[in-house]
């Protein structure tokens, strides 16, 4: 059976339970589920709070969080997006643009790979400012990590855009990667024909160099 294992999390006094547990058995008998499992946080409190859940219908779809509500024509959509190879991407612009900030920090800081989707948003030109300003505030909580500075390829990449605006940003987070690794590609702007990458450049540079940047 094809699609993401679904698990659905429900009280006996949550009115919007009963609509997902029908959306769901409905998209069970299509196939579009390779497992369907349900779980009543009252009977098995240990559960909800091993997954972190403050509040039903909570619905864990392969990889993905979907909080509160959802239409079956939602939830058939995220069937969807959790076989494309951007997946991540999709679902993280997601979050960061109906303001479910702390649960895509969540889900970053359970597997920092997830921080390449973040870089892939943050180089495309049609990313919104919303959606921009939340990959900021995650990218600063991984300051120095490993995943960070994994990273620096990609940012490197990401320093090569037509747009200004897009290589400051890449320069800012070089310098939150902690190494110096990142150094070498700094140096490459300091000499950018805006001077507010120059700037950025500069002072990622200044960071690395005197080790407050880890």
Known sequence: MGGPDALLLVSPACSYCKGMREALATLADTGALASFRIVDITEQPDIAEQLRVRSVPWLRLGEFVLEGAHTPGEIGKWIDVS??????????????????????????????????ALIELARNPQTGINIRIGIAAILEGQKGSQAAREMIPLLSDMAKSEQAT???????????????????????????????????AAEGISVLQTGSGT
Do not use: F
Request: glycine fraction near 2%; aromatic fraction near 6%; charge should be negative.
């Open 83 to 116: 076989s494309q190879e951007n997946r991540w991407s999709v679902y993280l612009a997601h979050l960061l643009a109906t303001g479910q900030l702390s649960l895509a920090e969540r889900l970053v800081e359970d597997n920092p790979q997830r921080v390449a």
């Open 166 to 200: 897009i290589r400051a940003d890449a320069c800012h987070y070089l310098a939150l990667t902690g190494s110096t690794e990142a150094i070498p590609v700094l140096r490459k702007y300091l000499d950018d024909a805006d001077a507010s990458v120059r700037e950025i």
